[in-house]
């Protein structure tokens, strides 16, 4: 879509944007972004304190307490990306570079098997599937709702989520904690889409889609809708909002103090997640398949993908 995307630097608040937020190609913003989105683990603070679990062992622990007390530790969903899109991006994640990993692992120079991030990874799962409900059984629907009424401790979402409480008598605190994987202590976030110019459009039109988003983001009106009636995390260093919801917030606060971990998985080949990982992820939780044969069927699924 390069040859499509107009050069919108020279807009008033481009320098106010936050680091790394813009989509910038060829040294050029191509694209505003509307939001921030991060996931991780959402969890009740009534059962679980954060700051115990900061490790695999802390983690597993942690698990087991709360089958121990009735409760499900931790919950997955069987949807493509709520079952194994978006927990696998944390290793990913915590590669020195992540998207030279991949064009490595797609062309079958490294494996997951061999990579350290990636077997604790599998430690993970195993334990997950140990010590919680089966997330094949289990939708985002269900997931959700167990958590608002405290039959789930924690579920791995992000900051979307928090909608879905709406119609519950949530009587707890909730925040959001990184999956701590390799002791990783950020939770994943990023910008979930962007607004774009048509270049190949009449000047005129451009001008008025640069006119438009330089109204959006610098006046009163513009700012009051992306705040306060679509609940958007800001995107700007000069923006703040007045009614973030506690998810929000809490991604707002890892963003500001650099506590953030990217998104590699939007790098992935196209389509792998639907077609390659969930069925293997589906085989994982149902036989006694071991982290290492997960992993191993995982890198195969990024070399056929890649394709």
């Not at 149902?286 to 699924?301: P, Q, V, W």
Request: net charge negative; glycine share 8%.
């Amino acid at each position: 879509m390069k040859a499509y995307l107009a050069d919108l630097s020279d807009l008033s608040f481009v320098g106010d944007i936050s680091a790394n937020m813009a989509n910038e190609i060829d040294g050029k913003v191509v694209g505003i972004p509307y939001t921030m989105e991060g996931f991780g683990l959402v969890y009740n603070k009534s059962l679980i304190d954060a700051s115990k679990v900061n490790n695999y062992d802390t983690f597993v622990q942690m698990l087991k307490n709360q089958k121990a007390a009735g409760i499900n530790g931790f919950s997955l969903s069987q949807e493509s990306y709520f079952l194994i899109g978006h927990i696998l991006n944390t290793p990913f994640a915590l590669q020195a570079d992540a998207q030279d990993y991949i064009n490595k692992l797609v062309a079958g120079e490294v494996t997951m098997q061999d990579t350290p991030e990636f077997v604790e990874f599998g430690k993970f799962m195993e334990a997950i599937r140990e010590n919680t409900s089966n997330p094949l059984e289990v939708n985002y629907d269900t997931e959700t709702g167990d958590f608002a009424t405290g039959k789930n401790a924690s579920i791995h979402q992000g900051n979307w989520c928090y909608g879905m409480f709406a119609d519950y008598d949530v009587n707890f605190e909730m925040g959001m904690m990184p999956l701590p994987i390799s002791g990783n202590d950020k939770i994943a976030a990023s910008v979930p889409t962007c607004w774009y110019v048509n270049s190949q459009a009449k000047p005129e039109e451009i001008q008025a889609g640069k006119d438009f988003l330089n109204w959006l983001y610098t006046s009163e009106t513009g700012k009051k809708y992306l705040m306060e009636e679509f609940g958007f995390i800001p995107v700007l260093t000069t923006m703040t909002s007045p009614k973030l919801d506690p998810l929000s917030q809490a991604v707002s606060e890892y963003a500001a103090a650099g506590k953030t971990i990217s998104w590699p998985m939007s790098k992935w080949p196209a389509g792998i997640v639907d077609v390659y990982l969930v069925p293997i992820a589906q085989e994982f939780f149902t036989t006694d398949m071991t982290g290492t044969e997960f992993l191993t069927k995982l890198s195969d699924a990024f070399v056929q993908a890649g394709k």
